[in-house]
């Protein structure tokens, strides 16, 4: 037998070989795959941003096949979109708390000090660790912007007082300002919950008002308005998560400085106490 | 044929003026009528108070204890009353507390001394905790408690004590001032320092404009058994402790038998001197030699400074323009800008540098990187900062830290010297660290929900 016929035989043995192997492996170890997924995925925003708690869009998908998740739970995407990946598999949109970033601050050039005039790189990050950034509040919004730049939605706009002013309606709760923020100013919250402490100074008394004038004092008696919706931490007022029904409106009125505001239909109103204006939101309405 | 080769690689020589008779002069400065104390004045966990707000404190009275074996404690550096203690900001993010003190006006602020040391009738063990009870850190600018750095280098049996009497900015003189103040209190910390170490061979370090300085109080010693002197070329950032054992290693020095990086250990000469003062006399750590100097103070040069007194009350002191543009906590090189002039001098301050307001006012604009490499040449640890800075630019911090070695920078700031472009690129390092500490401390916290 000639070395070439050798070759050819022993090549053509291992094809047939791997060939079957193939087919075997494709048979026995096959995977069934939702064939919605893919269409299911083309439904979705696409931006992986991780605002349903889920790793990313195809997560979420197999979620959503899984009955794990409801469509509603994707923040980002439209009322439409929603509908339409509802329709597509049959359920309900189903409820989603709406959650949004807020701001844990109302220091802005007006109503806060600053002790010296930052000249470095025009970023929070890096002033940051140049002295706190030259506020006299350690813990206020530096107002240069790094929030707004992170923002893939456009929902964050510097005010010209330097503060930055969320847009509620586009804003999805992704979290990009919360993980930008050197000072960990933003928080995700529940569109719905209407009591607010725009302040994270974690010092108390009167003396704070030489840097801000409106800053939490730790006065406490909003908490003694409203004790079932908020509780003191670190002297500031932290709304009680889980906590049923509707906390008074009278909660905010004997807060002297301002530094708690009530929110409702995106609208920030301050107590009757309140000295001071503030800005969160659009217009101001004293209440 | 070859020289000897270079100690480390880049660096930078800086023109600096030759030493003049004034750097070696020391002012006291006067007390300011309020003293802010942090608890935390050291690398480690804060102390705690032991005084309350009321009560009257001596000169060197403990007035805050160590809370355990990593941190020290802080005295008193005025005979006055306790105003109050609060809670203040920290500058990263926390709070500590903070004594306030009233020097008593009229008091003649004499400290007496306590027990007294010697290094030929107390054990290394007695010495060791003899060097906690001062409240002594890294004068250098470090900060680290120096008894911790002393056990440290007990366990490794470091063999060679080093005095690094590098001036570490340009434009300082404490080193000229603790020469020619202090030699006897230096050699007396060394031999305290070697007592605990069990080690017999010191050195002395410095650059060539201190050279002088330094034989002269060599040589005024001679009977005290002083240590080795080594002359090194002057060239920033040679004072930084690493790269000075590379810069001292391979070179002959009379009494040092066999000199090795990793068998040294390095206290800077600050330190050292405190260490013989304190000690001999039984004193505590109540006040800091640093250096005020700037365009923007009349009378520059070195004070010794209570702890705790407002950088803005030892500038007025030092005759300050009464419009500074700005002020640096620390050297031209290294030091940051100053956001708060109430901010108290605290242990391990250097110095600070005032400037009037001019042309120093005006921050060179930065441009796009050319790829020139002059910071590549400059940098001592042979990092690349050009790379460094356009990551910074693009937020990619990640590979900052684990392709481009960000973590190993110490900011010693040649690289935005040399840089032609006036790219801040220390700035966008230091900010990139802190994003990144933050980043981890986040992953921390959700790895443990």
């Known amino acids: 037998m000639s070395g070439a016929l050798a070759a050819a035989l022993a090549l053509a043995l291992l094809a047939f070989v791997l060939t079957s192997g193939l087919l075997l492996a494709g048979r026995f170890l096959h995977v069934e795959e939702d064939k919605r997924l893919e269409k299911l995925v083309s439904l979705l925003p696409g931006t992986n941003c991780g605002a349903c708690g889920q790793p990313g869009c195809r997560a979420f998908a197999q979620a959503l096949l899984k009955g794990e998740e409801v469509p509603a739970a994707c923040s980002v995407s439209s009322a439409q979109a929603r509908q339409r990946v509802a329709d597509f598999l049959g359920v309900a949109v189903g409820q989603a708390e709406r959650r949004v970033a807020r701001l844990a601050c109302a220091g802005d050039r007006n109503t806060s000090r600053f002790l010296a005039n930052y000249q470095g790189e025009p970023s929070c990050a890096a002033a940051t660790v140049i002295d706190d950034g030259g506020k006299a509040c350690a813990w206020g919004c530096l107002g240069l912007g790094d929030c707004e730049r992170s923002c893939d939605y456009d929902a964050i706009a510097m005010s010209p007082l330097g503060l930055p002013v969320v847009d509620e309606d586009k804003c999805t709760a992704c979290g990009d300002c919360v993980r930008a923020c050197p000072k960990d100013l933003f928080r995700i919250v529940p569109e719905q919950q209407p009591l607010w402490v725009a302040c994270n100074n974690p010092l108390e008394g009167n003396q704070l008002l030489e840097t801000c004038k409106v800053a939490c004092t730790a006065c406490e008696r909003c908490v003694r308005d409203a004790p079932e919706w908020l509780a003191m931490e670190h002297n500031l007022p932290v709304p009680i998560e889980g906590a049923g029904g509707m906390p008074p409106r009278s909660a905010i009125d004997r807060c002297p400085t301002g530094a708690i505001v009530w929110i409702e239909n995106g609208k920030s109103r301050l107590g009757a106490s309140a000295r001071v204006p503030i800005t969160l939101r659009g217009p101001r309405e004293t209440a | ?449």
């Open chain 2, 1 to 449: 044929m070859f020289g000897r080769r270079s100690s480390f690689p880049g660096g930078i020589r800086l023109d600096m003026p030759d030493r003049v008779a004034a750097d070696a002069v020391v002012r006291q400065m006067p007390f300011a009528p309020l003293l802010r104390l942090p608890l935390r004045q050291h690398a480690g966990p804060a102390a705690e108070a032991v005084v309350r707000a009321g009560e009257e404190v001596l000169r060197g009275q403990l007035l805050a204890q160590a809370t355990d074996e990593t941190a020290v404690p802080l005295h008193s550096p005025a005979t006055g009353r306790v105003l109050r203690i609060t809670e203040q900001p920290d500058g990263s993010g926390g709070t500590v507390n903070v004594i306030e003190l009233a020097p008593l006006p009229g008091d003649t602020q004499e400290q007496t001394g306590g027990r007294a040391f010697d290094p030929d009738r107390h054990d290394a063990d007695e010495l060791l905790e003899a060097i906690r009870e001062t409240g002594i850190v890294g004068l250098g600018g470090e900060r680290g408690p120096t008894h911790l750095r002393l056990r440290r280098a007990r366990k490794r049996a470091a063999e060679v004590l080093v005095i690094n009497g590098i001036e570490g900015e340009p434009g300082f003189s404490r080193v000229p001032a603790l020469l020619a103040r202090h030699g006897a209190d230096v050699v007396t910390g060394a031999r305290f320092l070697g007592k605990v170490l069990g080690s017999r061979q010191s050195v002395l370090a410095v650059e060539k404009p201190d050279a002088a300085a330094a034989s002269t109080m060599m040589a005024e010693l001679e009977n005290r058994n002083p240590p080795a002197l080594a002359v090194l070329e002057p060239r920033y950032p040679q004072g930084a402790a690493e790269l000075l054992l590379r810069s001292l290693s391979g070179r002959p020095m009379e009494g040092v038998s066999a000199f090795a990086p990793e068998r040294a250990v390095v206290f800077s000469l600050a330190t050292v001197a405190e260490v013989g003062r304190l000690l001999k006399h039984g004193l505590t750590l109540t006040d800091q030699l640093i250096t005020l100097t700037g365009d923007g103070l009349r009378e520059p040069g070195n004070y010794r400074v209570p702890l705790g007194t407002p950088v803005g009350f030892a500038l007025a002191h030092a005759g300050a323009h009464p419009e500074l543009d700005r002020v640096l906590a620390g050297g031209p090189m290294r030091g940051q800008a100053m956001g708060d002039l109430e901010r108290p001098v605290t242990k391990g301050a250097t110095g600070f540098v005032a400037f009037a307001a001019g042309d120093s006012a005006q921050l060179p604009e930065a441009l796009a990187c050319i790829r020139c490499g002059e910071c590549v040449a400059a940098c001592p640890l042979q990092l690349h900062p050009a790379e460094l800075g356009l990551l910074a630019r693009r937020g990619e911090i990640q590979t900052m830290i684990t392709d481009w070695h960000l973590e190993r920078c110490f900011e010693c700031g040649c690289c935005a010297y040399v840089c032609p472009s006036h790219i801040p690129l220390v700035q966008m390092f230091r900010s990139a660290k802190a994003q990144w500490r933050r980043s981890q401390a986040v992953a921390d916290k959700e790895a443990m929900a």
